[in-house]
């Protein structure tokens, strides 16, 4: 099946920081990916939705000035949390997919401290 | 607006045990419903999917049928083994290739 890519696997970062996380369909070309966050034992939020050369639309709640969401190309969408703080500490998946099928990354541990 | 409605957890069963976990949604149209398990600090894997009304699907032992008349698609397994305690995720996709997930569903299978 196809394959979606994430990295880092895990960051940590100092409160004030940005951290960028990249989201990559490694043998696809993906129209649609999207954002989620999951907290501790809990299910997946859409957070935002990147079209491919068009700008991100994000989901209710969601900042959008602090998730920064770019999807520059086909194969790549970035999401950067600008000046992080300890309530961002999340599990962030992305997913990557065309008007068929979406595949899921494996997700990225951020912690902020 | 379109939903997903899981069993709540934590369950817990002896190896061997029957699993069923209850999965019912609301949606709009013909949406395709999802299973999916997240192992500890892992990103989900699709276990198995159904895109129309009748349709089963089935992988490593695991069964669901997308039952429309009751807007179901319970999980089922015959006999769990210690390797499937995950979290198991229902979900739906509708058009717009975006997804509506359940609350989750924690399974710990004990030897």
Redesign the interface.
Known sequence: ?AVVS?HPSRVICKSGTSVKIECRSLDFQAT?M?WYRQFP????M?MA?SNEGSKATYEQGVEKDKFLINHASLTLSTLTVTSAHPEDSSFY?C?A?T?YE?Y????T?LTVT | GDSVTQMEGPVTLSEEAFLTINCTYTATGYPSLFWYVQYPGEGLQLLLKATKADDKGSNKGFEATYRKETTSFHLEKGSVQVSDSAVYFCALKNTGNQFYFGTGTSLTVIP
């Open positions: 099946g994430q649609t999207f034992k809990q299910s997946l859409l939705t998946i997913s997919g008007q979406q899921f990354g494996p997700g541990r």
